[in-house]
């Protein structure tokens, strides 16, 4: 019985890993990027939309629009496991806030 409720709890716990990965991933958008550190990564990127590099003035381009400055923000947009997380804290950017700070609650009890 015990080997049965430590699997569920094993289980449970690699569900909720699963979960809070794109939210801890997401952690710098806590931060600041300064569009000009990026030239390097428009000119050279071949993942990026390239009408992005025809205009190196562009304003700190939309990550939706396949024009994320960090290569970080572009791997998560294009993630199959991380974009409708994307999408959805595009939409509600409040929530990102109560969810980053539920994960990180979360997380401290993990042992590994």
Not at 39 to 50: A, F, G, T
Not at 69 to 90: E, F, I, N, P
Request: proline content about 4%; aromatic content about 10%.
């Amino acid at each position: 019985m015990a080997a049965n409720k430590e699997l569920i709890v094993y289980n449970s716990m690699t569900r909720q890993k699963e979960i809070f990965r794109p939210i801890e991933q997401g952690a710098h958008t806590f931060g600041r990027a300064h569009c000009v550190s990026f030239y390097h990564r428009v000119k050279e990127d071949k993942d990026l939309n390239v009408s992005l590099a025809e205009n190196p003035r562009t304003l700190c381009p939309n990550g939706m629009m396949e024009m994320g400055l960090l290569h970080s923000d572009q791997q998560l947009m294009s993630g199959k496991l991380t974009s409708s997380y994307v999408r959805a804290y595009a939409k509600f950017p409040d929530t990102i806030h109560s969810d980053f700070a539920q994960a990180m609650q979360k997380r401290a009890l993990w042992t590994y």
